[in-house]
């Protein structure tokens, strides 16, 4: 019986060992596995928190980017403000160096009767603008409160439109009455209205010239007519 009892007691001791050291073993498993999972979470983690981190930067380049654009469609604006500035001040340029119509506003007119060639009359117009003005055609005349203007001697008319520079003049000379007495209805006059025409009959030339006669006023009668405007003083007398 005793041997029995040693026999029992000895494998119950073994059975009780190897049980303790499958559960240590089984204990050992789960915590390296618990480790492990650990692992993972904190590596996970960390790897939201990079991409966090990354798309807050992604978000500032986007910032930036638009910042930047929005500069350069400034600067195009401004490059295109400045252009559309240039271009008109070239225009003006433009307009400035091929010039404009001579009228009252621009030039100053005299009226000067003449001794040679008797009855005559020249008018002189010189420039006081800042650019080229043009003397288009006939001064278109009125002595006193006449309701007509005298004609124009068709054979007088240059081959050029008359220019003037600044500072310059142009001149056509008006042949007042007949030098022979011929002409009709003759009277004298005190007030003169010289009018410029355009390059075209539709232009509007609306400031005249009032050069002023002699205190005694001059004589006309029917006879009367004009020259177109002429370069030189010469030509205009030479009618």
């Known amino acids: 019986m005793s041997r029995i009892r040693n026999s029992r007691t000895r494998l119950l001791t073994a059975a009780a060992t190897v049980a303790i050291a499958a559960f240590s073993l089984t204990a050992c498993g789960e915590d390296g596995s618990g480790v492990r999972s ?29 910042s930047e654009s929005g500069k350069g469609s400034q600067a195009g604006g401004s490059d295109s403000g400045a252009s559309a500035t240039k271009d008109t001040k070239d225009a003006k340029g433009s307009e400035d160096a091929e010039g404009v119509t001579c009228q009252g506003s621009n030039t ?29 055609n006939y001064p278109a005349v009125r002595f006193g409160e006449a309701q007509s203007v005298p004609p124009v001697i068709e ?41 410029f025409q355009g390059r075209t009959a539709d232009e509007d030339v609306p400031s005249a010239a009032h ?28 009618w």
Request: hydrophobic share 30%; glycine share 8%.
């Open 38 to 66: 650990e692992g993972a979470s904190s590596s996970s983690a960390s790897s939201s928190q990079d991409d966090a981190k990354t798309n807050a930067t992604g978000s500032k380049s986007d910032t930036d980017v638009s």
């Open 108 to 136: 100053k007119t005299v009226a000067a009767p003449l001794n040679r060639p008797v009855n005559h009359m020249l008018l002189t117009v010189t420039n006081t603008g800042s650019s080229n003005c043009y003397l288009y």
């Open 155 to 195: 054979e007088s008319k240059p081959q050029a439109v008359v220019t003037l520079a600044p500072g310059e003049s142009g001149y056509a000379s008006v042949n007042l009455s007949a030098a022979d007495g011929s002409g009709t209805n003759g009277h004298t006059v005190k007030s003169l209205t010289v009018y």
């Open 211 to 238: 050069p002023s006669l002699p205190a005694k006023g001059v004589y006309v009668d029917d006879s009367l007519k004009v020259t177109y405007w002429q370069q030189s003083m010469d030509d205009a007398i030479s």
